[in-house]
């Protein structure tokens, strides 16, 4: 077991495996990577599946990642097998994807935690309660970006003509969950 400084000017240190100081390490070089200005990108976080089949995206800040981002993800997860075999396409892999943007659009600024804690943090519980879902990594902010970048980054997901769905987490709860909407507003399709 090694020690890992976590931070200088709070002298703070904790145990950590070997194992865990070369995640922080190989996800602090994506991140890296990963520059706001160029063109959309998207990494794979080690442990993810490789993108193949249909995709769904489902981004989101998760500060802290919770119990209905999971039932979130699990639903449309769900959804899309369903529409899968919907579609003639049952034997189709569907793949999902928890995805942080470096860069993010139309939130606050998030100081505490580093973008490098929720992706671990996201990894780890991903890992224990979705095990075949991955976490997907963005240089941009905007879904269309985020979807132009699938297709820019994984040219062999683009190359079997996949569904990429992005989620989109208020529009998916209200769809989950219109039952509890009172407002004469149907739930918007997506």
């Keep these: 077991m090694a020690t890992l400084c976590y931070n200088m000017s709070m002298n703070q240190y904790f145990p950590a495996s070997e194992e865990t100081i070369q995640l922080l390490q190989q996800i602090q070089a994506l991140l890296d990577q990963l520059d706001p200005e160029a063109e959309p990108q998207a990494l794979i976080v080690p442990g993810s599946p490789q993108p193949r089949g249909i995709i769904i995206v489902f981004p989101g800040s998760f500060n802290p990642p919770t119990i209905a981002h999971l039932a979130l993800l699990q639903q449309a ?32 600024r998030v100081e505490r ?26 240089n941009r902010g ?42 004469s507003h149907p739930p918007a399709s997506g």
């Design 77 to 108: 997860r769900e959804f899309a097998r369903q529409q899968a075999l919907a579609d003639g396409k049952g034997n189709q892999t569907v793949l999902l994807y928890a995805a942080l943007s470096k860069h993010i659009v139309d939130k606050e």
């Design 142 to 183: 905007l879904y269309v970006e985020q979807a132009e970048a699938v297709r820019n980054s994984f040219p062999e997901v683009a190359t079997t003509k996949p569904t990429i769905r992005a989620i989109y987490p208020y529009t998916s709860f209200r769809s989950c969950l219109s039952q509890y909407f009172l407002d």
């Design 113 to 138: 935690p580093l973008l490098l804690d929720r992706v671990m943090l996201l990894h780890t519980v991903l890992q224990r309660h979705l095990p075949d879902a991955g976490v997907m990594l963005f």
